[in-house]
């Protein structure tokens, strides 16, 4: 009877044993390899890194930008791996760079269905969260639906994508510098055998040279005719040469990178504005550009290409592409990119520049986020929604480089900058100048206390367009040298705006500010 009650009771235990075991191998293999392997069978056993994958789902998501002509195609290929990797295809809906900003804000009003929309800082993604347009990301769904966007994203970049402490937008993953430079035609730099461009008084000199003795060739170009309420260069003279941050461009409020009380104020009324505006004048009374310039809707690109105009100003990656492409397809000119504020502090990019947010109404949450991750991760998906098919649209150089295919204008200009990432392929023609730009800054890139502040103009909306009215009808012909009384024409500049409900966005600025700070420092 105790031998019977015995063999019982090891009988017992050898099934719990082999139970207990069997839960364990169960969720290392989970774990392993080859379970988290996207592939076939991964689909097919309706599990992919352990995640339920078994029903198939269309994704509708909303990008910007004009339809690539060969969209079908590329994205054609992209299903036929999605379907592999997690078992879903995506349908893309193009609003056109004409009109997207009123059609955008329809999709989200009018609770249309789709998964996924392109945003950014510049594109209503903090209206959008405000409205309650988007899902808030927890922690959990990251690290469960997009664990390699969750591993390889700097925390500081999910935390500038918050708005009132939370998440709603998988930013970018691509750090850069937001600071401007200048191209210019280092040719005609060399025929006036002018000093290297490397400072503001360095620029001007170029500028009114070219202005005195290059006849049909304008010095600088720009198109403030597009809506744009600062001069082109202001980012450049106004902002990195005094080590200030413009809030927001819809108004003229900046602080001080290096105060840590936050205190912002008019840079209209400033006399570092006063003297910049005597700088611009100058330019303006030398030819420095066309008088019809804040007219001007012409692409300044296309005029430099052609031998129209000699200088603008843009970011260090636009600026370096450009002279690439000069050094491809105009090699008579000779072009060079110049920093006018080499030694000032640099400001890294905020992440919300670009990136992709799940719709607050999607029933198809979970697999939006495996779609990101894939997006920002996978090197086959990345390079085939960036630069579309090789041999086609691209050929790979080594793992980080490009070169443009025979067909690469078919599968360009829109917004598949949302999953910009770390696996971003350069254009083997970008030149070595714009790499040690970029590396020299980076040293100098500085961090402050206001660099995650997204401000909130639910309360001053209208105060916000009027005062913007004002900057347009106002500041504009002030900067571009076209109001001859200098003194008389800021002065005008500064009543209109205070008309236009100025010292209300300020109150209410510095209060958010204010409770910005406090909150850090608890």
Known sequence: MKLQKKATFLMIMVLALTTLLSACGGGNSANSPDAAAPNNAAANTGSEGGLDISKEVTLKMILLGSKPTDYEEVFGELNKLLKE????????????????????????????????????????????????????????????????????????????AKVGGKLYMIPNNNREVTDKV????????????????????????????????????????????????WHELDQ?????????????YSFPFAYKLDDGTGKVFNVYDTPEFTELLKYYKDLADNNGWSKNIVSNKNDVWQDIKAGKTSSYSHTLGTVSNNLGE???????????????????????????QNGMAIHATSKNAERSLMLIDLLQNDKEIHDLTMYGI?????????????????????YTNFSNWGWNSQLNRTDASYPEEGNQIAADWQPKVYHFPLETFVFDDTKVKNEVANVGNVMLRYAIPLEYGLIKDLDKGQADLIKQLKAAGLDMIQ???????????AAQAQ
């Open 85 to 160: 990797k997690i078992n879903a295809t995506v349908e893309v809906e193009f609003l056109d760079w004409s009109d997207w900003s009123q059609k955008y804000p329809l999709k989200f009003a009018a609770n249309e269905n789709f998964d996924i929309a392109y945003t950014a800082n510049w594109a209503l993604y903090n209206d959008q969260v405000l409205k309650g347009g988007f899902l808030e990301l927890t922690d959990e769904m990251l690290q469960k639906y997009a664990p390699k966007t969750w591993e390889a994203m700097p925390q500081t970049s999910w935390d500038q």
């Open 182 to 229: 200048v191209f210019i035609r280092e040719d005609l730099r060399k025929k006036y055998n002018l000093e290297p461009v490397n400072s503001p008084e360095a620029y001007a000199a170029y500028l009114k040279t070219i202005g005195a003795n290059e006849k049909g060739i304008t010095p600088f170009g720009a198109k403030p005719a597009d809506g744009w309420k």
């Open 236 to 248: 450049i003279l106004l902002e990195q040469q005094n080590e200030w941050n413009l809030v927001d």
């Open 326 to 352: 000069m050094r491809r397809d105009k090699p008579e000119y000779e072009g060079g990119i110049a920093d006018l504020t080499p030694d000032k502090k640099k400001i890294g990019a905020i992440s919300t």
């Open 390 to 410: 090789v041999g086609k649209h691209y050929e790979p150089v080594g793992n980080d480089k490009f070169s443009p295919g025979p067909n690469a204008s078919n």
């Open 507 to 517: 109150q209410e600025l510095q209060s958010q500010i204010d409770a910005f700070l």
